[in-house]
């Protein structure tokens, strides 16, 4: 039921004639409204409807903040020899090539190895003679007088070798850390005999395994890479890594930095980016004369995104050093173009909330937001926006979400400043936009 307060409350609220009109045109406004009390809020119906009835959705004027992209990515990669680099787990940002040739230089032609063709040795012996996980010592080698004047055949050449005293025993496990760790020769030829009879048997083997996983680049005349007919592209030793990498054997041995072992002694890896951006393995192999090589694997953590599953390779380097050098410099350059862009700040004005009875507000975010993203990979932006409960300055009428790549970041949009109520009168009089 209408209240003589609610007839003050819509007198006051009533426009207000022009003075100029007179106290006539006041009497005439007094009675209308005493007319309208007495017609529609005397059965106390139409005011009470008007008076609670749902309030029209305000009009929401914005433009959401677009964030521009983070700077593109510049992969550093050598000017000579050959480079490949794989890349997995970032596939969202990188693209679905990515674990093909991510990055690339100098062509897939085939080049010496090296001492790279000793992991091959390894997974070719564990083939045949398999071990039971990576401490699984495995079958005893008693190596021959044969095995031991390896040690001076190699010695004569210049080649890397390892102690094998005379009567020695080892374990196939500590054999092959040998073998990969110091790269000696004179156990990568022993190891070969003691699991195919002969070096010539091992070749003939490496060759049936090297076609059976589809590395038909891939040629291998003897079990150390000393010889240069030992060659292959960065397209199957990215293969051969990942091979190498699934083997729990192999992988733990490579990512030794050092090991200690009966007969031999200590020996150290000659992988020194071993722990260094993620490297996690797994060969070198140098010939001199600018035939240095590094088959590689990484685990690089590049923040927000995780960790990306890294092999590569690089054919042909100038030194050691210089070899190491570049796949750094690719390394660091791949995880130096993941960066964090800031996407919105709080307090930031993105519009207006406007009422159909004249009341308005400015609209801002709540907070700041920021994405991790790759290079320059573009940042979409979406704004929801609903009706407002309360109206109140500080109230959530919404959300800004940005995505770039599989990364989003959100904020939350509120009301600066208090949206007033419309007045009864307001209601009275506008019957067709109430709910």
Do not use: C
């Not at 025993?169 to 195919?196: E, G, I, K, Q």
Request: aromatic share 6%; hydrophobic share 40%.
């Amino acid at each position: 039921m209408s209240t003589l307060a609610d007839f003050h409350e819509m007198l006051d609220d009533a426009p207000r004639e022009p003075q100029s009109n007179g106290r006539a045109g006041r009497i005439a406004l007094i009675v209308f409204l005493v007319m309208t009390f007495l017609v529609l809020g005397g059965s106390g119906g139409y005011v009470w409807w008007a008076s609670s009835a749902a309030l029209p959705a305000p009009t929401v004027t914005s433009q959401a903040p677009v964030a521009a992209p983070g700077p593109a990515a510049s992969l550093v990669l050598p000017s000579d020899g050959e480079m490949l680099m794989s890349v997995e787990g970032g596939e969202a940002y990188l693209g679905p090539d990515a674990a093909g040739a991510f990055a690339s230089s100098g062509g897939n032609d085939p080049r010496p190895i090296a001492s790279i063709a000793k992991l091959i040795t390894a997974l070719v012996i564990l083939d045949a003679h398999p071990l039971d996980g990576p401490t699984d010592p495995g079958p005893t080698i008693a190596f021959t007088e044969a095995d031991t004047d390896l040690y001076d055949q190699f010695y004569v050449q210049g080649a890397v070798i390892a102690k094998m005293p005379d009567g020695l025993t080892m374990s196939l496990h500590d054999s092959l850390a040998t073998m990969l760790l110091p790269s000696a020769a004179n156990y990568a030829v022993a190891n070969a005999r003691w699991a195919f009879g002969s070096e010539s048997a091992y070749v003939r083997a490496a060759r049936s395994w090297l076609s059976a996983n589809g590395l038909n680049d891939t040629r291998i005349v003897d079990a150390t890479g000393i010889d240069d007919r030992n060659t292959s592209t960065p397209t199957d030793l990215i293969a051969l890594g990942r091979i190498a990498a699934a083997n729990p054997v192999v992988a733990s041995i490579v990512g030794t930095s050092s090991i200690s072992v009966e007969g031999p002694g200590f020996i150290t890896n000659t992988n020194d980016l071993l722990g260094t951006l993620g490297i996690t393995g797994m060969k070198t192999g140098n010939l001199g004369d600018g035939t240095f090589n590094l088959l590689f694997t990484s685990t690089l953590d590049v923040g927000g995104e995780g960790s990306l599953n890294i092999i590569g390779v690089r054919l042909g380097g100038e030194t050691h050093d210089s070899t190491d050098a570049d796949v750094a410099r690719l390394l660091q350059s791949l995880h130096d173009g993941f960066h964090d862009v800031s996407v919105g700040t709080a307090g930031e004005d993105i519009g207006t909330i406007s009422t159909p009875w004249g009341s308005e507000a400015a609209l801002v975010l709540a907070k700041n937001a920021a994405l991790r993203t790759w290079s320059d990979t573009p940042v979409s932006v979406d704004l929801d926006t609903t009706t407002p409960q309360n109206y109140a300055d500080g109230e959530v009428v919404g959300t800004v979400t940005w995505t770039a790549g599989p990364q989003s970041a959100a904020s939350d949009v509120k009301i600066k400043g208090a949206i007033e109520e419309p007045t009864l009168w307001w209601r009275l009089t506008h019957p067709a936009e109430l709910g």
